[in-house]
């Protein structure tokens, strides 16, 4: 398989921000007196769009306080913007993979807003020709992102692969129609990213890498 376009989740698959996300998810609902989920509930949501996510996370909110929730869930977040990094090496895997024959996109459950953001923070911005954000269409796992980059993009389905730490990405990926690659660093664990039809699910960047470079479209 040649691919001509790789696809990435942002939060878990490029930035090591999965801990971040659960302990805003959790603060909030501590300063909402509502119930705290756990961890692992918290981090089964990552990579939905925010209101889904907390909808999910966090059965007891109602539409009258998910106003309050976002306030304070952002602000936690933000809180932590300082520690998030990106995972190593994935700066020069992507640098690497712009100089080849391939298009580069993001497809993800952050806002518009938040994504500019750790786009400009990070100085990636340059390096992908297409992103999407949860606000700006339907959230994952429907295909509607995957659809509208290869559109923006003018690649097809067969010639696409998504990387993606999340069984929201991969199943987007089933959806859509084009391949999928699972990453066990982020948020889902090996054995439901497994179970995803994934061509393949690597534990490292360096092996994201290594999976890769020989697939890429020449």
Known sequence: MSYAMVVFDWDGTLMDSTHSIVAAIQAAARDLELPVPT??????VIGLSLESALKRAVPQLTPALMPRFLERYRIHYLLRDPELRLFEGVRELLESLAKQNVRLAVATGKSRVGLNRVLAATGLGPVFDATRTADETFSKPHPEMLHQLMRDLDVDPGRVVMVGDTTHDLQMALNAGVHGLGVSYGAHSLDELRACSAQAVVDSVPEMA??????IAV
């Open 39 to 44: 961890a692992s509930e918290a981090s089964w």
């Open 210 to 215: 290594q999976w890769l470079t020989p697939r």
